[in-house]
């Protein structure tokens, strides 16, 4: 769900995801946003959503209690850092592909890419990846789509599961 795999990133995304190469950079992430975590996450909350105000600010804080927890912001970058070998083993993966059904989300609206989106760039990696795959596009949906829309998620995930179980 919202995440472009390394080593099958859509050309539509190539250079546009600045904080990746930011968050991979060794140290300098941590010392510029020490003690600025909630400024720092609420630019990302606001700015990668289809609707910002449903990012409540007491949602806000409960992750930036976490981020900013000695080594929390350094575990996130380094999810970013460990990107490069990701891609190597995804691209290594993805010559057996995998077999159950999956589910490629995405949301409609990403505002990097400059708002509406008429592609679903999670489905163009998980396609390199898997046998059988379905994509969605969330309508009025950002990069947050569980907060965005919780109850299109919740049937969305229902209906996968109830379908895709034996």
């Given amino acids: 769900?919202?995440?472009?795999?390394?080593?099958?990133?859509?050309?539509?995304?190539?250079?546009?995801i600045w904080w990746f190469s930011f968050h991979q950079t060794p140290d300098i992430p941590e010392a510029l946003v020490e003690g600025k975590e909630t400024m720092y996450l609420s630019w990302f909350y606001?700015?990668?959503?289809?609707?910002p105000s449903a990012i409540k600010q007491t949602d806000i804080n409960e992750y930036v209690s976490h981020y900013s927890a000695p080594g929390g912001m350094r575990d996130g970058f380094n999810y970013y850092r460990a990107s490069p070998q990701d891609a190597i083993?995804?691209?290594?993966?993805?010559k057996t592909k995998l077999p159950m059904p999956v589910l490629a989300v995405s949301g409609g609206y990403i505002p990097f890419v400059g708002g509406n989106v008429t592609f679903n760039y999670v489905l163009y990696g998980m396609?390199?990846?898997?046998?059988?795959?379905?994509?969605?596009?969330?309508?009025?949906?950002?990069?947050?789509?569980?907060?965005?829309?919780?109850?299109?998620?919740i049937k969305l995930l229902d209906n996968f599961f109830r379908n895709n179980t034996k």
Wanted: aromatic content about 12%; overall charge negative; cysteine-free.
């Fill in 1 to 16: 769900m919202e995440y472009p795999f390394p080593g099958f990133t859509p050309p539509q995304l190539e250079g546009k």
């Fill in 46 to 51: 606001h700015n990668l959503a289809y609707n």
């Fill in 89 to 94: 083993q995804n691209v290594n993966y993805s």
């Fill in 127 to 153: 396609q390199a990846l898997a046998q059988n795959v379905r994509g969605i596009q969330v309508p009025n949906s950002g990069h947050w789509i569980p907060e965005e829309r919780p109850d299109f998620v």
